[in-house]
């Protein structure tokens, strides 16, 4: 059976900073199943079917992620799955406050589940999917920031001036 924790986000698109999360992740439990959430704060640029779809194309080569897409709250995903812990990663501190209140108020929800913090390598500390979409749109080389198929996926986007 094993552990699994859930690492749930927006993933609009995914970044080399998300896998890099991922597989520090995967060092410590033995399942992570990827929760792609809607952001009431933010709206996305590509459809929820296109970020599943940019995601399961990421990890289909790691038999043990898998990838479904969540409504409402992250406590009911994780305890529909088994899952008793939830991975977040922390760039700077910047995101410390927001991420301080989200597990607080999970931990009110269901204090059996753990949120649990990584840290990616700093090379990746500065970048954020707002980032990748704003640098994309002006044109701004993000090949070394993305999977391959995202890279061609925002360029297409941008193309068409959806972006
Ligand atoms: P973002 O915050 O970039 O819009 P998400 O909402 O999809 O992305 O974030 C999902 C999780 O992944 C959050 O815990 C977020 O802090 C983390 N994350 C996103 N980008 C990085 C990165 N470059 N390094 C570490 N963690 C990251």
Do not use: C
């Not at 897409?69 to 995101?95: E, M, P, Q, Y």
């Not at 108020?105 to 707002?130: A, Q, W």
């Amino acid at each position: 059976m094993g552990v699994t924790a859930i690492y749930p986000g927006t993933f609009d698109p995914i970044t080399n900073g998300h896998i890099d999360i991922l597989l520090r992740s995967l060092r410590l439990f033995d399942h992570i199943k990827i929760g792609i959430g809607p952001n009431p704060k933010k709206t996305a640029l590509f459809s929820l079917e296109e970020r599943i779809y940019m995601v399961r194309e990421s990890v289909r080569d790691i038999s043990t992620v898998s990838v479904e897409a969540f409504d409402g709250l992250l406590v009911d995903f994780a305890r529909k799955h088994g899952a008793k812990v939830i991975i977040r990663g922390l760039r700077a501190v910047s995101d410390f406050e927001y991420e301080f209140q989200m597990a607080l108020m999970n931990r009110k929800l269901d204090s059996d589940i753990e949120t649990v913090f990584l840290m990616p390598s700093e090379e990746y500390s500065y970048l954020t999917s707002s980032i990748i979409k704003v640098v994309g749109s002006l044109g701004g080389d993000i090949s070394t920031l993305v999977p391959k198929h995202v890279y061609i996926m925002l360029k297409d986007k941008f193309k068409d001036g959806k972006g």
